[in-house]
C-alpha cells in the first residue's frame, strides 16, 4: 500500500475514531495490533531518514492479509519513528534516545493497546543497532511479565528470521544497500532518489562484524556516505519477496504468541 493512503485504509489504527474502535472491539473476539517502529537515522544519499520506519510499515501491510488468512484481524498501529541511532551519530538526521527511555516508552505504549481491548501487541522493528533492539526486547518483557504473553517482536535480528533474507543482509552489509532499498522501491518507491542509483560504488562493510569488533560509528567502519552493500543492484522483484518475507515473521510470531 503507498503511504500516502494510509489515512484511507481501515487496517490503519489512524484511520479510526473512538467510537469505530470501540465496535470493531466489542464485533471481533481478539484483534491484534501491529507496532512498527524503526529510527530517525541517515541512509545513504539516496534513502530516506525515516527508512528503517518505513520498511516496518511495509512489512505489516503486507502481513495484515497473510493474517486474515489465519482468521486473526489486524490492525496496524502508528508508528514508533524514533530509536537508538548512536552508530550514525556523526551525519546529521541521526535523532537517538537512550535505550531506558525507548523501552518504558514503548512498554507503556503496549500497555495502553492491552488496555484498550487488544488481545495482543506485535513490535515490529526494522531498526537494527544493537542497543535499539535489546531495548525494543525489553519492552516486550515488561509487558509479557504484566499482561500474561500479550505482546511478541518480529525482527530480522531473530536468527530463525535472518536465514529467510537475502545474501546481503546474511552478510551484514545491509545498511542502505541492495537488501534495504530493493524493500523501499518495492514498497515505498518515492522515498528513493533513483537518479543517484546508478553511480553509487558497493561498499563491501560487514556492520555486523564490525560491531563484534567493537567499531560502532559508521565513519569508523569506512561508511563515509551513510551506507553498506551495493544499492545500484537494489530491484523491485527482491523488495517485494524480501516485503513477505518479513511480513511471513510477524504473522508467524503473532501466530506463536
Known sequence: MNLAEQKHSEVYLAHYTTFDLAKLL????????????????????HLSLQTDTL???????????????????????????????????????AITVESEALTSFVASVMKGFIANGFSHCC?????????????IR?????????ASGNASIASPLTRRWAR???????????HAGQYETSIILAGAPDFVKDELLANLEAV????SEQINNGVSDFLEMGMDNAYAGSPNTASVAEGLKTID????????EVLEA
Do not use: R, W
Open 164 to 174: 529467510t533474507l537475502t545474501d546481503e543482509y546474511k552478510k551484514g552489509e545491509c
Open 55 to 93: 520498511i516496518s510499515i511495509c512489512a505489516a501491510e503486507a502481513a495484515i492479509e497473510k493474517l486474515a488468512s489465519e482468521g486473526i484481524k489486524a490492525l496496524i498501529a502508528p508508528a514508533i519513528p524514533y530509536g537508538v541511532t548512536n552508530c550514525a551519530a556523526q551525519f546529521k538526521g
Open 245 to 252: 518475507n518479513l511480513a511471513t515473521m510477524i504473522t508467524t
Open 204 to 207: 563491501p562493510v560487514s556492520l
Open 26 to 45: 466489542e464485533s471481533e473476539d481478539k484483534v491484534v495490533i501491529l507496532l512498527p517502529v524503526g529510527s530517525v537515522e541517515p541512509h545513504g544519499p
Open 138 to 146: 525489553a519492552a516486550v518483557a515488561i509487558l509479557n511479565e504484566q
Open 123 to 135: 513490535v515490529i522493528n526494522n531498526h537494527l543497532e544493537p542497543g535499539q533492539d535489546q531495548a
